[in-house]
């Protein structure tokens, strides 16, 4: 089972550049999310999406857009790197709010 | 404002023990409470969810309890071995605001042969 999947893995940007993070998952969850994580400052979600066609802010979502237009891709968008937005990003999905949250493997991202 | 702790920031033990991780959280009002297990590196694999209504889940060596009203979980580890060594972190889902997890600082466990 593939799960949730990531892609890229690793990725090294310049200020001001722009970038898709892809997320999928093949589990027909409902519910997908994005979180960043970084040392000291533990898991913060960034945007969420209950269903295709609706999506909605988490806890520090300037500087990152999504779109769902399927049920299974959420791809986080960054507008305008910036060195702030270095971090592991993680794309999770569940199929509601009572089931497990599934995790994919993280993307690296580092702006210089 | 939902918060969760978990305590010790890090702790260390030779295999073969069994070993207890906590984790407390400041409002009752919750779906669930979930533990993940993170290797560096990697994403978060999950390890046990329990529901609110639930006093406790086992998996294998795994057992986790649920206390709700008084805000606390327990991760029991029975006969630690060094794979288990990893960052240990538990995470609840709030009834108001469900799409969001919160999540504890996590517990790094490190097992010695």
């Known amino acids: 089972n593939a799960g949730v999947t990531q892609t890229p893995k690793f990725q090294v940007l310049k200020t001001g550049q722009s970038m898709t993070l892809q997320c999928a998952q093949d589990?027909?969850?409902?519910?997908m999310s994005w979180y960043r994580q970084d040392p000291g400052m533990g898991l913060r979600l960034i945007h969420y999406?209950?269903?295709?066609?609706?999506?909605d802010q988490g806890e520090v979502p300037n500087g990152y857009n999504v779109s769902r237009s399927t049920t299974e891709d959420f791809p986080l968008r960054l507008l305008s790197a910036a060195p702030s937005q270095t971090s592991v990003y993680f794309c999770a999905s569940s199929f509601d709010r009572a089931r497990e949250l599934f995790f994919g493997e993280g993307s690296r991202l580092t702006v210089l | 404002k939902q918060e969760v702790t978990q305590i010790p920031a890090a702790l260390s033990v030779p295999e073969g023990e069994n070993l207890v991780l906590n984790c407390s959280f400041t409002d009752s009002a919750i779906y669930n409470l979930q533990w993940f297990r993170q290797d560096p590196g990697k994403g978060l694999t999950s390890l046990l969810l329990?529901?609110?209504?639930?006093r406790e889940q086992t998996s294998g060596r795994l057992n986790a309890s649920l206390d709700k009203s008084s805000g606390r979980s327990t991760l029991y580890i029975a006969a630690s071995q060094p794979g288990d060594s990893a960052t240990y972190l538990c995470a609840v889902r709030p009834i108001q605001g469900a799409q969001k997890l919160v999540f504890g600082q996590g517990t790094r466990l490190t097992i010695n042969p």
């Open positions: 589990m027909n969850h409902e519910y």
């Open positions: 999406s209950v269903g295709a066609g609706i999506t």
């Open positions: 329990i529901q609110s209504s639930q």
